[in-house]
């Protein structure tokens, strides 16, 4: 592949693994690779890693050069100085990743966070056509949010808009890890669908959930276990799943009401569960939003999910 | 006053009253005036009224011409049309204003929401020079509100966005008019206050209220009477004001998470039960919103409320 096209390096940094992916400016991926990443060291060893990587990676793919890197990061972010302000996922606070990484690898760097990447890949890949406002939440084990608004991310005063997943929904609900209470995501992040589970187990009140965990040492609880408990005819976990998609649908109705957008594109795994959370959610959107909003309004799934967010990282860097 | 500047006709039209001014660009009002307009008659012949109140007010003023009316108008509408899409205080469907008013008096004409109206208002007299991201919220017998971002009033794709009061905050809540639960108005718009004072009043809990209600037949049941309780030490009634002032913080705390903004602005009757709502509020949206955007947020109570909505409509015809 020795091309000289314009090309960015596009980055999606979780908390376990790094998505690397060359990106053409129409969004198309040239080459990617995902590389497990040990974030238990300190920040300054972890970034020139990571610019080793980056390194490593362009010599595989044979190209000799790019204009620069976008980088998606879960965590807030401060773009402008190139700081990841706070990452409970990395476990990093006020880290000068743009600084520390051009010295391993000297090439333009933006960094955003990771659900701003995603949504912004959904708007570029599937939505830019036909639409202004588009809205992206990321369902996994935490809730994230992109917001676009007249064909541009909306990152707000600091670069900390879109945190869709820490709205309060019941407001002397579940505590959050926010430090919040009754957000969206600790009632419906994999986490907080996975404390309910483990509430009902403890009650007895899910007994073919039980029987599937107790098949083999190797099965985990998570979103898919209680799916397929719910498939099975366990009726705590259909209720799990029908109080995920209220929740869910209370959680789309504020966002509509608020922003009256296009679209809205879900995706992560949690979105997967699609005929058991998008139905009731769809339902209590319809019975909770205003009508006017709903009118022009189209929710979906996302058919990208896995490389939104690195798509979404590079294609930010040209903007 | 036969001056030749250019001027344009303010109007704020409420469930009971029409407020007409003469607006400068600056936002200065020139002339102003207040006229009660009976809603109970049908659209057509309302708005003909209010077209003659219209070329009333301008030969009183003395103004001989006008650029334009920019008009408020409590509810959904459509700005390109000019169509008040739906109204529950003016009990107005799909109802033609731009067409019906064009009759009666020819001059272009903008309708807005009361709240957008309200929100430009605030921004441009207070918060212009050094702010791009402001939230208006006007907390009177309803809650509406009003999105300032990057410096322009932000309608969403169908005109309809900036819903604030009709927020879920507790998604098993009270009913609320609008078909939805637990919305913030129908905790603390003041048709929500005063459910909780009568559901405490029927228990018997609120024996200060009860008396100063008893006092003369004239005194009504509304927020000024519950914040005149709580300040004769009613304890039910500091209840309903703390738990307002919960609701409402975390309402801002919604708003901060998703937008960022630099400013919030409240405005409107219930916000002048200032020092009983705002402490617990802003101790409630510090406890429950994200740090980095709480680090530049400032929110404050309009010192201009009465005239927001009014200067707002004149100016936003200026845009």
New interface residues.
């Given amino acids: 592949m020795t091309r000289k096209q314009k090309l960015v390096l596009g980055a999606d940094c979780g908390g376990t693994n790094l998505k690397l992916a060359l990106i053409e400016p129409s969004g198309a991926i040239l080459y990617s690779k995902r590389v497990p990443v040990n974030f238990t060291e300190a920040p300054q060893k972890v970034i020139c890693g990571i610019g080793k990587e980056f390194k490593k990676f362009l010599k595989e793919s044979r190209v000799s050069e790019i204009l620069g890197i976008g980088m998606g990061i879960a965590g807030?972010v401060d773009q402008q100085k190139g700081i990841v302000?706070?990452s409970p996922n990395l476990n990093w606070k006020q880290v000068p990743l743009k600084q520390i990484l051009s010295k391993e690898f000297p090439y333009p760097l933006l960094i955003e966070n990771d659900a701003n990447c995603a949504a912004w890949g959904a708007y570029c890949l599937d939505a830019k056509k036909d639409c202004?406002?588009l809205i992206c939440l990321t369902l996994g084990t935490g809730i994230g949010g992109g917001?676009i608004?007249n064909g541009k991310l909306?990152?707000?005063?600091?670069?900390?808009?879109?945190?869709?997943g820490?709205?309060?929904?019941?407001?002397?609900g579940r505590p959050c890890k926010?430090?919040?209470?009754g957000c969206t995501e600790s009632m419906i992040g994999a986490w907080g669908l996975i404390q309910t589970a483990q509430d009902g187990l403890k009650k007895g009140l899910a007994p073919i959930l039980k029987k599937i965990l107790s098949k083999s040492k190797g099965i985990e609880l998570n979103p898919e276990t209680i799916e397929e408990a719910a498939a099975q005819g366990d009726g705590y976990c259909r209720q799990i799943w029908d109080e995920a998609g209220?929740?869910l649908g209370?959680t789309l109705?504020?966002l509509v009401?608020?922003?009256?957008?296009?679209r809205i594109i879900l995706c992560g795994g949690v979105s997967k569960a699609r005929s058991w959370i998008l139905k009731p959610a769809l339902h209590t959107l319809a019975?909770?939003?205003?009508?006017?909003?709903l009118?022009?309004l189209r929710v979906s799934i996302s058919q990208y999910d896995e490389k939104l967010g690195v798509v979404g990282a590079g294609l930010l860097f040209w903007e």
Same sequence: chains 1, 2.
């Fill in positions: 807030d302000r706070f202004k406002n917001i608004l909306f990152r707000g005063s600091r670069g900390s808009a879109g945190e869709i820490h709205m309060t929904i019941e407001y002397r926010c430090g919040n209470f209220e929740i209370c109705s504020n009401n608020l922003f009256n957008p296009d019975m909770r939003a205003f009508k006017t909003p009118v022009s």
